[in-house]
């Protein structure tokens, strides 16, 4: 793989890119305006793919300088999209001349979400930051584009990935803090830092995290639940002593879960389960149509927070239709929906605990409360517990995170 240098042919499309970005409303001041101007993000996606539609399943087009015309793969580089760079945790682009399928494990974030989560950072000059998820290197080089290298850290827990966005950065002219690791640890020799984003996404914030932001300082995140919402942007202040403070932004954004953050994948043993247990059967107030990530957001975020271990799978039974299934595998229970055509709901759960009734007391609640959105949410983080909440932290509407630590 070669990286091109920066011979400044690109500039006509990063001022493009910079005017799509201001129309948008994500790019809005001079300072990240001149880095977007500035940092060639040719350099960092040299090679990536293209998601083509099938019927069966996502297929990915390799775009690299071998295989597209150099026109086409800069016009596709700055239009404001978010670019696979790995699929399966291992295949790059410049690794198959065919689509293939697969997961994609590594990317370049939407170039509208990256600028609008950098200025949401609200960074000052000399303020020292600390990424994680290094990705592609594009938002680091941002950020050293507006800060100086100098002041920029970033770590990125797939060591491939890693050396790519080095030569990346290298091939732009800069040379940050780069680290190879597990960025839940965060990145002690740098600490105290000024600020943290993440850009991968997290289901609680990591101690870590807290401890090495001084006090005053912010961490910007998206967080995660496994029921299939979009990520909820955060901000928090930390206030000293392992504590922060934080609100929910509004808007989501679709985020690759932090490593460990995922969800587990569903055993076989899990599987036959789930087909073969005797269920409870019962009629429900609130149907499988808040889990349609395209309908609103906010309740399936209540589901998440109300059942933080449930995770979303639609499969059918005895060739009938699909219909969505919530499983907790850590505790082996199982809701599932179905909505016949009279308009009723009807759930039928197995297990220790009825994911559905915690799911349908908690979105009724929300209901009740007149619906508020996603941006009127905050979350409060002690060294004991971190809790999401609105209107009252000891109120029907506060949950605590589920926390691995
Ligand atoms: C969406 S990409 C980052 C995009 C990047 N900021 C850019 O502009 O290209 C998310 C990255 O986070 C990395 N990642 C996932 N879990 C991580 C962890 N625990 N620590 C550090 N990096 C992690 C992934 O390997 C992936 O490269």
């Known amino acids: 793989m070669t990286v091109e240098p920066d011979d400044g ?9 910079a005017d799509a970005l201001g129309k948008s409303g994500d790019l809005r001041t001079q300072a990240w305006r001149a880095a977007v101007e500035t940092v060639p993000r040719e350099t960092f996606i040299p090679g990536f793919f293209e998601a083509i539609d099938d019927p069966r399943e996502t297929m990915w087009r390799p775009v690299t300088p071998d295989l597209v015309s150099t026109r086409e793969r800069l016009e596709l580089t700055y239009t404001n999209e978010t670019w696979v760079t790995q699929l399966n945790h291992e295949i790059s682009a410049f690794d198959t001349d ?3 399928p697969g997961v994609p494990t590594s990317s370049s974030t939407l170039p509208g979400l990256v600028v609008r989560m950098l200025e949401e950072l609200h960074v000052g000059n000399d303020d020292r930051v600390l ?20 002041f920029v850290t970033s770590v990125e827990v797939d060591p491939a990935v890693a050396g790519r966005a080095k030569q990346g950065l290298a091939a732009a002219g800069f040379a940050p803090d780069l680290v190879v690791g597990d960025g839940l640890v965060g990145h002690q020799p740098g600490a105290l830092y000024d600020r943290v984003i993440a ?7 990591p101690d870590a995290w807290i401890a090495q932001t001084r006090p005053g300082g912010l961490i910007l995140t998206t967080m995660l639940g496994w029921l299939g919402a979009s990520s909820g942007l955060v901000r928090l202040e930390v ?3 392992g504590k922060a403070e934080g609100v929910f932004l509004g808007g989501t954004d679709s985020f690759m879960p932090a490593r460990p953050h995922a969800a587990p994948p569903i055993s076989d043993d ?7 247990v005797d269920t409870t059967e ?17 309740p399936i975020f209540i589901a998440q927070l109300a059942a933080p271990a449930a995770q979303l799978l639609s499969y059918s039974l005895d060739d009938g ?6 499983v907790d595998a850590s505790q082996r229970a199982v809701a599932i929906l179905y909505a016949p055509p009279n308009g009723s709901a009807v759930v039928r759960q197995a297990g220790p605990v009825n994911l559905w009734d915690q799911i349908e007391m908690a979105v009724l609640e929300w209901l009740a409360a007149g619906s508020p959105a996603l941006d009127q949410f905050r979350i409060s983080i002690t060294p004991e517990a971190q809790m999401v909440w609105y209107g009252d932290p000891n109120g029907p509407l506060s949950w605590n995170l589920p926390t691995i630590r």
């Open 9 to 17: 042919s690109t500039k006509a499309l990063r001022l493009r890119l």
């Open 98 to 100: 065919a689509p293939i």
């Open 131 to 150: 990424e994680i998820g290094t990705g592609t290197g594009y938002s680091t080089g941002l950020m050293c584009a507006r800060l100086g290298q100098e």
């Open 199 to 205: 850009t991968c996404s997290v289901r609680h914030i």
């Open 239 to 241: 206030t000293g002593g």
């Open 270 to 276: 899990l599987s036959s389960w789930i087909d073969d």
């Open 282 to 298: 019962r009629y429900t107030d609130v149907g499988p149509e808040i889990l349609d990530p395209w309908d609103a957001i906010t």
């Open 321 to 326: 239709p699909m219909l969505d299934h919530v």
